[in-house]
């Protein structure tokens, strides 16, 4: 029989113990077998509403519903052990929103019963429903609206919280009285009240926890909080009292804050409550609460009550609004106020996501923090905002590792060699590998290829681009003889590239200092010398003393002899003149020289001087009068006097010391020493010094002071100067620096990391990008980072909430200008054909781009040209395929070569690859080849400067993919271009002159015979020519831009190939053998010169280069300070030519034999102009002819150029010939123009020309005549000019000037040099240039002009027209005794009839550097730096500061002069940036230097170099520091006044400066030795002498005790004696011998008896029993218990026997572990206290004397792999830092590490 498809049951409640249980009984017996896929149960178990049990109670049976097999799950263990099926999947939830119950399901697989449950539940759709969602329950009424209830519709309510049945649908009849129990069940989901979660399940009422799970007893906190403990919250509990009169009707009860929760207001009297709100956004609102309800305000629900004389006000919270409670005064009465709300802890912590990871790659961590959180504002703030709440605990931070992935590889480099050079340019080189870093941080070498996604660090740089110091010599000195044979000397010095004299030149390279003259005056022996007058005798011993210095044929310094003594009695002074001289063996006379030709130290020139006591006695005398002054004292002197007996020790050891003679009176007979008076005192000789010692000292170490930390915080380093230094020589305060091979010892560190802690977060700003656009308005951008800087050096990127300063700006403007014309070319169009040849067309539009980014479209005449080629161009596709064949796959290549072409010799043909760039010759044949693949080598196209080529006589266009020029000329330079389909290659050709310089391309076709003079053309006209040409590379389109790119690359290598041809490696011969071979082929002759051919074998026929090494070239000119270009280009340059020549040397060495490889002298025929070389040997060659033929009789003379001067004309002439002194206007049809210039003189001058003060540059256009006429042919306008000739010969030179104009118009001899003058009185330049000079000078400006008419000349000074009081004289113009007031701008204007012209020169007057008369400023300028510190102003005589150690000081340079002069310091002649261990900071643009942490070494003299161009000031302070030391000064006062034991200690200080210091500052220095001293060892008088106190007769109550009282006096041996009291009496009272003592009262401890034994249990069967202890007397007298402190307490309590402490703890099994391995399996077992005789369960506390066992613990804590237990991440010791081991994700990655936490 089959059972219905929903079980039928019934329920029956019954009350028991005060609670409702539901009974539910089944119907029907379960049978075994399975109808319809459901199984039937045979019971449910009994769920309590009160208490829950893990079994739900469900009989849906109703619900159940045969189920696809599929859909099970896999079954469990448990479900395997048991006779149950997989759980089903679940059903779909019974609600969308509001929480709603799902269901699953499982079969019994048994024909009997199974044990268990075959349905379970859980929650779903746990989201809040909407507010027009309306009540669930609600909607269920609702849904009977529609049917019948007695025959009548009604409008059904919800009738909630039945306490019967809150599950039973029950609903009231809308406006009537009518409930009816409409279903017997509501839906699954529906709340079974309105107040909690509980929902409805299968008709009953099941618990929901606040997590929203079924069986969960959870509960939100009186915060809001589920499970939590009420700390986000605070109790506000308040009490209010109106006092409210007739003018305050209203009064503020309690301002409840947003977020509060169970709000309760009870209100007792006459007045009213009315709510105002404000919102967070700051809207307002009032409720006045006029009658009772539920309100919904703000969101909130709020519940009013109101009753007579009362008002309860309720809300459940939370606020979504501020809630302020008014009161309004409603009768007589006062009214109080009640409430009580859960204020939320507004500022709580939030923890953060992870900060990024510590590294992008190889393994990181990163971190959580706690942010402090405003729930008001939703925004973080400060974390003192969540400390002031106690409730606040910090979460810990949380670690993991990220970026796990192992990091690519990457190019490292080792630090750069030591440079080669030390100047003049070297070469610095370093390894760079290609390396890996693994996870653990291991840093691996790998192959290079991994690296090539990066390019390759260079490995060579170049370094000490700085220009070496020469070496100058300075004009000859004259002849040192007057007549016959002499020297003349020069000084040489050693210049650097700045102009100043230093050291560091080559001292194989210094030029001579002297040389050979001749006087022709016949010489005369000169008399012998006088013989020396006879001096005293202990002046001549002083000769011999001293070390004398002669004269030898090298340079020395010889001193004269000393002057007499400055005084005539005591201490004076003695000079002497020291030359630096030579003696000039040949004529046996001596020279001065300078002293900078002397080397050596220089001789003393000054000395103390002794002239004997001032006292009367003896008259003065020097020793030249000493016999005539002696006098009577004949007799004396013959036989005592003073003699010097050798010199005393060296004051040093090394380095230059000094000794003093010894000076002693002898007898003159015996030669004894005698006693001093006996010898005349007048006569003593002076003190003698001189020097001794004076090898170098032994090299030591020299340690400066450590330099300030270079950061802050984060790891920063400090650095001191260490250096090996050797003192040469004291006198001359000479200390060189050695090298430290030098210095034996160790050498001290000269790094070390200091401030190792971690940094604030700060803001970190990138590099700004390059701006988005090259004009027009761009932006640039940059990364600005929130960083933290830690202590190992790393960064730690952080969230940019933790950088409290305003960030950095990211982003700014750039390229404000408006950009060029250019072209806006469109895309080009398809091909016109689908296969083979066709053309593609573009549109083009010319644009400019504004500055504020806009484009306008303007005139395309403001565009450069536009070629024909960039708006049509061919195209070449696939070859069109034949019928019934198959295209090909594969698009054509072009295999091109990149390379770049030199030619250097002559050759007949040359073969090329495209793809390159070639510099050639004129007159080569090239051949240019195509080799393509995948392509038909005919239908290959070629290309010249976007032109279609096609074959003549010139160029042929073979149909084999190749190209041929026949013999090069100027036209055939351009850019080839092939082209293979869509593939297209190019090459570039550009044409060498003779010279080897570029020749510009013509403009246009020329005919062959145009050539020469094409060739000939100015290397930088060609230059500029070429590049004006490529115009339309730089301001062309993109589109252009990429049509032409390798014109534009082959142009960027004119500098590279211009600098390589110029190059010093190319020799001189074979330049002239290049002419040599040109020369011959203009001749036409078709011969080679075997000598120029075998000149020239040592150099490759062509160059090659690979255009990736210049662009690498380029690449790093680029990169370098525009003031450095240069230097890097020629080194660089001169690096790449030598590899190019040692490449070709290896080669060419290989192909010759050993005789074939030397180089013959090569012979180069004159040129056809001849040059001013030429003019030289000509000249020579006729003044020698002329001397020969009547040179004898002829006087010399210096040269004179004859002048022919007249009025300026116009020659209209087509050959003009004319003299100097004229002004030549060229006209239209001028041809040529001859300047004669005829000279005077003898020997016969040497005629040379000069343009605008340039050497003329000959060619043939410019010639020089043989009569040294300079003709000019074809002139133009850039040969206009003032041409000088200039005639000289050994006696001096004459130079004359012709103006050359162009049609008379005006013309200004100018001159662009820079003037400085600081010594001349007067100075005379040409207009045109800048004048520098100082003040008092008088300046005279020529304006020297030319014109036809002659043109006049007006001056100005700064656009302003100058008076006739100023000095004019022919155009000139003199400012004398020039000032400020005539610096400026002075101008020269020189116009006729034709034009005008003016030109200018810069008048700038120099004050040198001088100290200024008023010092305000700078002492100012001290305070305002250091207003504490001491301070000292620089003067030129020297100042002087004493300080004392550690101080700091600020020394102030004053200085004034124009321009401001450039400050230097130095200590000791070092500049301070190269002094060891000086700690120092200039200030003030350099007028001020700060010293700090002053030493012994520090001290010493300071001086600042201020210089200007007009001159150098030095000025000096001394700065002296006092130093601490120990002293031991007077004794303290005796330990004893009599007897044997008295002593004195010496007290010792630590004295700064006389002063009293802390003795720590004398730490480091040596302590004397002190003694004691014994003091008072006598007899001491007589005195008392007693013992100590006897024992007391009783202990309390009052007692006696006695003491022996005897008279003693004590010896100063130490022994004591006794004596007659009286001898006591007379000096003391006799002391007491009784004295009473215990008198306190007698005490004892008294108790009373033990109480019962019941108090707490401390053991098995034991409890603690309690006594009274008290004090008292012996008379009863209770007494405080401070009176018995001095008695043993007797015990209060003790250990009892109590039956009712027989007990103890009672544990059952444990239970199965969760778990068989791993780290979470846990088992539990029931603990209950029990009495051991009943065995019944008693309370807890009667236990708690023994330990409570573990009613939980761990299980099978056992790997269930076998792994060893071991850290798997290199971050566990931050793990173990951070105390995060007990996290269970960190524990078993830090397994090692937290095992041993």
Request: proline content about 7%.
């Amino acid at each position: 029989m089959a059972r219905p498809a929903a079980p039928w049951h019934s329920a029956l409640a019954v009350r028991i113990f005060g609670s409702t249980w539901w009974l539910l009984f089944v119907a029907g017996q379960v049978c075994g077998d399975q109808h319809e896929g459901l199984v039937f149960l045979r019971e449910f178990p009994l769920v309590g509403r009160v208490q829950y049990y893990e079994d739900f109670l469900s009989d849906l049976l109703n619900g159940h519903r045969t189920e696809d097999p599929s859909s099970r799950t896999t079954r469990s263990e448990e479900d395997r052990d048991s006779l149950w099926d997989a759980w089903g999947s679940w059903s779909e939830c019974s609600r969308t929103c509001g929480g709603g119950a799902s269901y699953s399901l499982r079969r019994c697989l048994s024909s009997k019963s199974c044990e268990g449950r075959n349905i379970r539940y859980r929650t779903c759709s746990n989201v809040d429903c909407p507010p027009e969602a309306g009540d669930f329950r609600a909607q269920q009424c609702s849904a009977h609206n529609d049917v019948k209830h007695h025959g009548e519709f009604y409008e059904w309510l919800p009738v909630s919280n039945d306490p019967d049945n809150p599950c039973a649908l029950k609903c009231q009849a809308k406006g009537t009285d009518l409930v009816v129990e409409l279903a017997p069940k509501v839906l699954d989901g529906t709340r079974c009240y309105t107040d909690t979660l509980d929902m409805c399940i299968n008709g009953l009422c099941q618990i929901v926890g606040c997590d929203h799970q079924l069986g969960s007893t959870t509960k939100e906190d009186n915060c809001g909080v589920c499970n939590g403990d009420g700390s986000t919250c605070r109790l506000v509990r308040g009490h209010y009292k109106s006092q409210l009169s007739a003018t305050k009707l209203d009064d503020t009860v309690v301002a409840i804050p947003y977020g509060s929760r169970h709000i309760h207001l009870t209100l007792k009297g006459p007045d009213h409550l009315y709510l105002e709100t404000k919102t967070l956004q700051g809207a307002k609102g009032e409720n006045s609460l006029s009658s009772p309800g539920i309100f919904l305000v703000d969101n909130s629900s709020v519940e009013f009550q109101k009753y007579p004389g009362k008002e309860n006000l309720s809300i459940a919270g939370p606020l979504t609004a501020d809630f302020i409670v008014k009161i309004h005064n409603s009768g007589p009465a006062n009214s109080t106020v009640q409430f009580t709300f859960y204020q939320p802890i507004i500022h709580r912590w939030r923890e953060t996501d992870f900060f990024p990871c510590s590294a992008t790659c190889g393994g990181g961590y990163q971190l959580t923090s706690a942010e402090c959180y405003d729930l008001r504002s939703n925004r973080v703030v400060a974390d003192q905002y969540c400390h002031y709440y106690p409730e606040n605990i910090k979460p810990k931070p949380k670690l993991q590792e990220c970026n796990l992935d192992p990091c690519p590889a990457r190019w490292e480099a080792t630090p750069w060699t030591a440079c080669s050079s030390s100047c003049g340019g070297g070469i610095q080189s370093r390894a760079v590998s290609c390396v890996e870093e693994d996870i653990q941080g291991h840093v691996t070498s790998v192959e290079e290829w991994k690296c090539m996604y990066t390019p390759k660090m260079p490995i060579v740089q170049p370094c000490n681009i700085f220009d070496c110091p020469k070496w100058l010599a300075q004009e000859w000195s004259p002849c040192t003889v007057t007549c016959g044979q002499g020297l003349r000397y020069r000084v040489v010095l050693c210049i650097n590239p700045r102009g100043m004299h230093s050291g560091g030149c080559n001292s194989k390279t210094k030029p001579h200092i002297k040389e050979e003259c001749i006087i022709p005056t016949p010489c005369y022996k000169p008399k012998e010398k006088v013989p020396v007058e006879a001096r005293a005798p202990w002046y001549k011993q002083a000769q011999e003393l001293e070390e004398g210095a002669a004269v030898s044929e090298e340079p020395s310094f010889v001193p004269e002899a000393w002057s007499a003594c400055t005084v005539t009695c005591g201490v004076g002074t003695q000079v002497r003149i020291v030359k630096c001289q030579v003696l000039l063996s040949f004529s046996q006379s001596v020279a001065d020289l300078p002293v900078d030709e002397c080397e050596g130290p220089k001789p003393a020139s000054q000395r103390a001087c002794y002239a004997g006591p001032c006292n009367g006695e003896l008259p003065e005398s020097n020793p030249g009068e000493t016999d005539g002054l002696l006098g009577g004292l004949q007799d004396f002197d013959e036989l005592y006097d003073w003699e010097y007996k050798g010199f005393t020790k060296c004051s040093e050891s090394c380095g230059g010391g000094v000794q003093e003679a010894v000076v002693s009176c002898l007898n003159k007979q015996t030669r004894e020493p005698a006693d001093e008076n006996l010898c005349v005192t007048s006569r003593r000789p002076p003190k003698l010094l001189k020097a001794c010692s004076l090898e170098p000292c032994p090299s030591r170490w020299e340690v400066g002071k450590w330099s300030p930390c270079s950061l802050t915080c984060g790891v920063g380093l400090q650095t001191r100067d260490v250096f090996c230094s050797q003192i040469r020589s004291r006198e001359m305060n000479e200390t060189v620096i050695l090298a430290d091979d030098l210095c034996r010892q160790h050498k001290p560190n000269t790094v070390q990391a200091c401030n190792r802690f971690n940094c604030p977060p700060a803001w970190y700003p990138a590099q700004w990008q390059p701006c988005s656009r090259t004009c027009g308005g761009g932006v640039q951008r940059r990364e600005v980072l929130c960083k933290q800087r830690m202590a190992d050096g790393s960064f730690l990127e952080l969230p940019e909430t933790f950088c409290s300063a305003s960030k950095l700006a990211s982003q700014q403007a750039c390229k404000k200008e408006d950009c060029p014309s250019e072209w806006l070319l469109s895309d080009w169009s398809e091909c016109s054909t689908s296969c083979g040849e066709g053309t593609q067309t573009r549109s083009a539009i010319c644009r400019k781009v504004l500055k504020t980014g806009v484009s306008a479209i303007v005139n395309s005449s403001l565009c450069p040209p536009l070629p024909f080629s960039s708006s049509i161009r061919p195209c070449m596709l696939a070859i069109c395929a034949r019928p019934g064949r198959p295209s090909t796959k594969h698009s054509p290549h072009i295999e091109a070569a990149r390379k770049v072409y030199i030619q250097t010799r002559r050759q007949r043909k040359l073969h090329f690859v495209v793809g390159g760039f070639a510099y050639l010759l004129p007159k080569t044949t090239v051949v240019l080849r195509c080799p393509t693949r995948r392509f038909r080598k005919p239908l290959i196209t070629w290309e010249k400067d976007g032109q279609h080529l096609i074959s003549s006589a010139h160029v042929t266009v073979a149909p084999f993919g190749y190209l041929k020029i026949h013999r090069l000329k100027p036209a055939d330079a351009g850019i080839y271009t092939c082209s293979a389909g869509p593939a297209r290659e190019q090459f570039g050709i550009k044409l060498m002159g003779g010279n080897q310089k570029l020749v510009a391309r013509p403009g246009g076709p020329r005919s062959e015979e145009e050539a020469p003079r094409v060739r000939k053309a100015h290397p930088k006209e060609a230059l500029q020519t070429h590049k004006h040409q490529n115009g339309i590379f730089s301001n062309g389109s993109k589109a252009e831009k990429r049509g032409l790119a390798a014109a534009d690359a082959g142009s960027r290598y004119d500098e590279l190939v211009s600098r390589l041809l110029e190059q010093g490696g190319w020799p001189g011969e074979l330049l002239a053998a290049w002419e040599a071979q040109d020369s011959a082929e203009r001749n036409a002759s078709s011969e080679e010169d075997p000598n120029a051919e075998q000149a020239l074998l040592h150099l490759p026929f062509t160059i090659v280069a690979e255009q990736q090494r210049l662009d690498d070239i380029l690449r790093n000119l680029s990169q370098q300070p525009e003031e450095l270009r240069d230097v890097y280009s020629k080194h660089l340059v001169a690096q790449l030519a030598q590899d190019i020549f040692r490449s070709h040397g290896e080669h060419r060495d290989a192909l010759l034999k050993p005789s074939e490889q030397r180089i013959p002298p090569v012979a180069v025929p004159p040129r056809k102009a001849v040059s001013s070389f030429s003019s030289l040997l000509r000249t020579a060659a006729a003044s020698s002819s002329g001397e020969a033929a009547g040179g004898s009789r002829r006087p010399h003379r210096k040269p004179t150029i004859l002048r022919k001067i007249s009025a300026a004309q116009q020659l209209s002439a087509s050959e003009v010939v004319t003299h100097l002194g004229q002004t030549v206007a060229l006209a239209s049809g001028t041809l040529s123009v001859l300047l004669h210039c005829e000279a005077v003189g003898n020997p016969r001058p040497t005629i040379s020309w000069a343009r605008n003060g340039e050497e003329v540059q000959f060619s043939d256009r410019i010639l020089l005549q043989p009569d040294d006429s300079l003709q000019i042919l074809a002139p133009v306008e850039a040969d206009v000019g003032f041409y000088t000739c200039n005639a000289t010969n050994a006696l001096g030179y004459d130079s004359v000037s012709i103006a050359v104009t162009l049609a008379g118009k005006p013309l200004v001899k100018t001159s662009r040099m820079t003037v400085l003058n600081t010594k001349e009185p007067a100075i005379t330049v040409d207009i045109g240039g800048t004048i520098k000079t100082v003040r008092g000078v008088n300046v005279t400006i020529n304006c020297q002009v030319a014109g036809v008419p002659e043109a006049e000349v007006t001056w100005f000074r700064n656009k302003s027209k100058l008076g006739s009081s100023h000095h004019l004289h022919e155009g000139s113009l003199l400012l004398t005794d020039v000032s400020s007031s005539d610096q400026g701008l002075y101008s020269c204007r020189a116009a006729n009839v034709h034009g005008e012209l003016t030109e200018n020169t810069q008048l700038l007057i120099l004050d040198p550097p001088q100290v200024p008369t008023q010092l305000e400023d700078i002492r100012a300028l001290l305070s305002a730096t250091g207003p504490n510190l001491p301070s000292v102003l620089m003067s030129p005589l020297g100042t002087q500061l004493v300080l004392d150690p550690g101080n700091s000081a600020l020394l102030g340079c004053p200085i004034q002069g124009h321009p401001t002069p450039n400050i230097t310091w130095f200590h000791g002649g070092q500049s301070v940036a190269t002094v060891t261990g000086l700690t120092h900071h200039i200030l003030a643009a350099g007028q001020i230097l700060q010293v700090a942490n002053l030493s012994s070494e520090s001290q010493g003299e300071f001086s600042c170099l201020a210089q200007n161009e007009a001159g150098v000031l030095v000025q000096k302070a001394s700065l002296i520091i006092q130093d601490y030391w120990w002293s031991v000064d007077r004794l303290a006062t005796c330990s004893a006044s009599c007897g044997n034991r008295g002593v004195q200690q010496p007290r010792l200080r630590c004295l700064l400066n006389s002063t009293e210091v802390n003795p720590a500052h004398c730490a480091g220095k040596v302590r004397p030795a002190l003694h004691p001293v014994p003091c008072n060892r006598r007899d001491c008088p007589s005195r008392w002498m007693v013992t100590s106190w006897s024992a007391c007769t009783r202990s309390c109550g009052g007692g006696i005790q006695t003491r022996r009282v005897t008279c003693q006096k004590l010896k100063a041996s130490g022994i004591s004696t006794p004596v007659s009291n009286d001898m006591c009496t007379q000096l003391a009272k006799r002391p007491v011998d009784t004295q009473a003592c215990n008198q306190q009262l007698c005490v004892e401890w008294a108790f009373s008896s033990w109480g019962q034994c019941n108090g707490p249990c401390i053991g098995p069967h034991l409890a603690v029993q309690h006594r009274q202890v008290f004090c008292q007397t012996l008379d009863g007298v209770t007494l405080p218990s401070e009176q018995c402190s001095a008695l043993p307490r007797p015990v209060s309590t003790q250990n009892c026997w109590s039956e009712a402490c027989s007990v103890h703890w009672r544990v059952s099994l444990w239970t199965l572990c969760t778990a068989t391995c791993g780290n979470y399996g846990f088992q539990s077992r029931r603990v209950e206290c029990v009495h051991a005789h009943t065995n019944k369960a008693v309370p807890e506390h009667l236990c708690s004397w023994g330990p409570r066992p573990a009613n939980w613990q761990r299980c099978n804590i056992t790997p269930c792999e076998n792994m060893e237990c071991s850290d798997t991440t290199r971050y566990c010791e931050k793990v173990k830092q951070l105390k995060l081991c007990q996290l269970s994700q960190f524990k078993s990655r830090c397994c090692g590490t937290c095992g041993k936490a």
